[in-house]
């Protein structure tokens, strides 16, 4: 079985400090890894992905993720907040077999006080 | 500009009603889905398509109906049968998901269509 767990539903920060987005997965395979935000809405914008290249993932608008194989973890962080991340983040992994869909974690809402 | 499209925006339907949401790529990709999102949820499947005139049925597929008789079209029917469509609804494509490696599973989303039942 493959599943993803976003570890808190809510997250405020306040501008300028730094922001914890944590998730946990589980697979029997190899995964793939994606963090997608949404702003409300919209659609949904890839901000990174994990290719197994490297275990640190820059992606978009200054957010990174470490894919820790040992902790099953891929936790995105920013340095500095901005009012504009303020949005609902999702961890997403790929089932690696079979019809190789996307699970979706059930989201963090980010909060970004001034 | 390359894409996907999603119309309309915003759908309002009677009870017992079909309507059909319509989902459109330019991006040349092979595989295209459709998600449900409910407030506080993550996204659910509903159907996916690999490869034209073929689709597979997701987690939550029934009350739903697609087509695929063009690559870039995947129109999405919700019957009467659904007993709760009142969602926001996500098409999303991807390049080539049977192959590895993240660039070709990465999914693309459109902006959504938010179906209201009256």
């Known amino acids: 079985a493959q599943s993803v767990t976003q570890l808190d539903s809510h997250v405020s920060v306040s501008e300028g400090t730094p922001v914890l987005l944590r998730c946990n997965y589980s697979?029997?395979?190899?995964?793939?890894l994606f963090w997608y935000v949404q702003h409300p809405n919209k659609g949904l914008q890839l901000l990174l992905k994990?290719?197994?290249?490297?275990?640190l993932v820059k992606g978009i608008n200054g957010f990174e993720a470490e894919f820790k194989k040992s902790e099953t973890s891929f936790h995105l962080t920013k340095p500095s907040a901005h009012m504009s991340d303020a949005a609902e983040y999702f961890c997403v992994v790929l089932i690696s077999t079979g019809r190789r869909a996307l699970t979706f974690g059930s989201g963090t809402r980010l909060q970004v006080q001034p | 500009d390359g894409g996907i499209t999603q119309s309309p925006k915003y759908l309002f339907r009677k009870e017992g009603q079909n309507v059909t949401l319509s989902c459109e790529q330019n991006?040349?990709?092979?595989?295209m889905y459709w998600y449900r999102q409910d407030p506080g949820q993550g996204l659910r499947l509903i159907y996916y398509s690999q490869i034209v005139n073929d689709f597979q049925k997701g987690d939550i597929a029934e009350g739903y109906s697609v087509s695929r008789e063009k690559k870039e079209s995947f129109p999405l029917t919700v019957t009467s049968a659904q007993k709760n469509p009142t969602a926001f609804y996500l098409c999303?494509?991807?390049?080539?998901?049977?192959?590895?490696?993240?660039?070709?599973?990465?999914?693309?989303f459109g902006p959504g269509t938010r179906l209201t039942v009256l």
């Open positions: 991006l040349n990709h092979d595989a």
């Open positions: 999303a494509s991807s390049i080539d998901p049977q192959r590895e490696g993240s660039s070709y599973n990465e999914q693309f």
């Open positions: 697979s029997s395979y190899s995964p793939s």
């Open positions: 994990y290719t197994s290249a490297a275990t």
